[in-house]
């Protein structure tokens, strides 16, 4: 292992795809630091340290940021918008038939859907930008019940000051999107997925403090055990597949002979990556995103309403909150399996090329098949997606611990997944300059 990090670090190019890498890491790391303008900066701070794991409404966007959300820095969108946008157009694939044929269109198509999802993602920011300074100036950032300097996170209201913010903020969605492209073109592996990575694994040692503050080393030491058990369940599942085998028929094309030989679907358990995860979370953060708006004002009874929602669905250790979180995700994970792994047209590619499954006749019985094969297997994986999810559910109503518990939920899907993807690269590319790999 050492050797092969070793042979990494001797590679002339391998070294500097992950120099630079590092460097705009780095950049996006000191970017989520620096506040925008207008932002009181000793305020925020008191507020974060009173408020530690109350993140409320927001808590899924300042786990994607890396913290910077609730730091209002330059960097608080993170990728997010970006995220957003992506699944935007992707589902945008099924009820826009020109999305559709521009994505069978190949590389050109393709980077014209790229070119929208960067116009969306800007939009997006803008949006989400106007809506985080919107409830950092009513003073709800950090929930209803923080101090009184929560309330007075921003130094100047006028108009001018709201719309630099807003830029700023919007800019730096634009250069964190352009961080990741440039990581893909130029470093090592997928450049959204990384930043999304560094985010995350940014928060793992104060999440691990915090437990080990609040609850002692011995459940710290515990909570480090049960995390690894669930990583390396996670890369089992993760890894895990269905390999439907398919034969070609030998078929003539002029003088040569195409086909004849044996292959295989592979159908992943976990299909859907952490994707309905988000979907499960967005969702169940709408209603009290509502209820937050309709507070009633001083001295004044609110809504029932407002009252059910904040006690049963703003609080991830209540039953009924877990309950629909699980069932929203199991749902949301057949949906997201649906659209994008189509039966009709894999079984219509492999009956053009003069492919099949042996047993199974060519066309419509193979895309039932596939699609009996797929029903079966998404069912686990999207049982494991919803147990995962609530470990840190779990974790919060059992120890206490900061719903951003380090071992479950969103964070530990991409830790794990970006983390086997990007080792893949580069085994690969230590396997194209020597005989042996970073693997063996």
Same mark, same amino acid.
């Given at each position: 292992?050492?050797?092969?990090?070793? !042979?990494?670090?001797?590679?002339?190019?391998?070294?500097?795809k992950i120099g630079f890498?590092?460097?705009?890491?780095?950049?996006?790391?000191?970017?989520?630091?620096?506040?925008?303008? =207008?932002?009181? =900066?000793?305020?925020?701070?008191?507020?974060?340290?009173?408020?530690?794991?109350?993140?409320?409404?927001?808590?899924?966007?300042?786990?994607?940021?890396?913290?910077?959300?609730?730091?209002?820095?330059? =960097?608080a969108l993170g990728i997010?918008?970006?995220?957003?946008?992506?699944?935007?157009?992707?589902?945008?694939?099924?009820?826009?038939?020109?999305?559709?044929?521009?994505?069978?269109?190949?590389?050109?198509?393709?980077?014209?859907?790229?070119?929208?999802?960067?116009? #969306?993602?800007?939009?997006?920011?803008?949006?989400?930008?106007?809506?985080?300074?919107?409830?950092?100036?009513?003073?709800?950032?950090?929930?209803?019940?923080?101090?009184?300097?929560?309330?007075?996170?921003?130094?100047?209201?006028?108009?001018?000051?709201?719309?630099?913010?807003?830029?700023?903020?919007?800019?730096?969605?634009?250069?964190?999107?352009?961080?990741g492209e440039m990581i893909?073109?130029?470093?090592?592996?997928?450049?959204?997925?990384?930043?999304?990575?560094?985010?995350?694994?940014?928060?793992?040692?104060?999440? #691990?403090?915090?437990?080990?503050?609040?609850?002692?080393?011995?459940?710290?030491?515990?909570?480090?055990?049960?995390?690894?058990?669930?990583?390396?369940?996670?890369?089992?599942?993760?890894?895990?597949? !269905?390999?439907?085998?398919?034969?070609?028929?030998?078929?003539?094309?002029?003088? !040569?002979?195409?086909?004849?030989?044996?292959?295989?679907?592979?159908?992943?358990?976990?299909?859907?990556?952490?994707?309905?995860?988000?979907?499960?979370?967005?969702?169940?953060?709408?209603?009290?995103?509502?209820?937050?708006?309709?507070?009633?004002?001083?001295?004044?009874?609110?809504?029932?309403?407002?009252?059910?929602?904040?006690?049963? #669905?703003?609080?991830?250790?209540?039953?009924?909150?877990?309950?629909?979180?699980?069932?929203?995700?199991?749902?949301?994970?057949?949906?997201?399996?649906?659209?994008?792994?189509?039966?009709?047209?894999?079984?219509?590619?492999?009956?053009?090329?003069?492919? =099949?499954?042996?047993?199974?006749?060519?066309?419509?019985?193979?895309?039932?098949?596939?699609?009996?094969?797929?029903?079966?297997?998404?069912?686990?994986?999207?049982?494991?997606?919803?147990?995962?999810?609530? #470990?840190?559910?779990?974790?919060?109503?059992?120890?206490?611990?900061?719903?951003?518990?380090?071992?479950?939920?969103?964070?530990?899907?991409?830790?794990?997944?970006?983390?086997?993807?990007?080792?893949?690269?580069?085994?690969?590319?230590?396997?194209?300059?020597?005989?042996?790999?970073?693997?063996?």
């Open positions: 292992m050492f050797s092969a990090i070793a !042979r990494i670090f001797r590679t002339p190019d391998l070294r500097k890498t590092l460097g705009i890491v780095a950049l996006f790391r000191l970017g989520s630091f620096i506040p925008a303008p =207008f932002v009181d =900066f000793g305020n925020v701070q008191a507020c974060l340290a009173a408020n530690q794991g109350t993140s409320g409404l927001y808590e899924l966007v300042n786990l994607f940021s890396g913290g910077a959300l609730l730091q209002l820095s330059v =960097f997010m918008p970006y995220i957003t946008a992506s699944i935007i157009v992707q589902l945008l694939r099924v009820v826009i038939p020109h999305f559709e044929t521009l994505y069978k269109e190949g590389a050109a198509g393709q980077s014209k859907l790229t070119q929208y999802t960067r116009y #969306l993602t800007i939009a997006l920011g803008i949006l989400q930008s106007t809506t985080l300074i919107t409830v950092a100036r009513s003073g709800a950032l950090f929930g209803t019940s923080a101090s009184s300097e929560c309330s007075q996170l921003i130094t100047n209201d006028a108009w001018y000051a709201i719309m630099l913010m807003v830029i700023t903020m919007t800019a730096g969605t634009g250069v964190i999107m352009w961080m893909t073109e130029r470093g090592i592996g997928n450049g959204m997925s990384l930043l999304i990575f560094t985010s995350i694994a940014a928060r793992f040692p104060n999440s #691990l403090f915090s437990i080990g503050q609040q609850n002692g080393i011995d459940i710290l030491l515990i909570v480090l055990a049960i995390g690894l058990v669930v990583v390396a369940a996670v890369v089992f599942v993760e890894q895990s597949q !269905r390999r439907i085998p398919v034969q070609y028929a030998k078929r003539m094309v002029g003088r !040569r002979t195409y086909g004849g030989n044996n292959t295989y679907i592979p159908i992943k358990v976990n299909m859907a990556g952490v994707v309905p995860v988000i979907f499960a979370s967005s969702l169940l953060y709408l209603p009290a995103l509502i209820a937050q708006f309709n507070q009633p004002a001083a001295g004044t009874e609110p809504l029932a309403w407002v009252t059910w929602i904040t006690n049963n #669905l703003t609080k991830g250790d209540h039953p009924l909150y877990m309950a629909m979180y699980f069932l929203l995700i199991v749902g949301f994970t057949y949906f997201y399996v649906a659209i994008t792994f189509n039966p009709e047209e894999v079984a219509d590619n492999m009956k053009k090329y003069g492919g =099949f499954i042996p047993g199974i006749r060519a066309g419509r019985p193979t895309a039932e098949y596939l699609d009996y094969v797929l029903t079966r297997v998404t069912l686990p994986g999207a049982l494991y997606l919803g147990l995962i999810a609530l #470990l840190p559910l779990i974790a919060f109503s059992a120890i206490g611990a900061d719903q951003n518990f380090p071992f479950g939920g969103a964070s530990i899907l991409i830790i794990v997944g970006v983390g086997l993807e990007t080792v893949k690269q580069i085994d690969s590319q230590l396997q194209q300059r020597h005989y042996e790999g970073l693997l063996r």
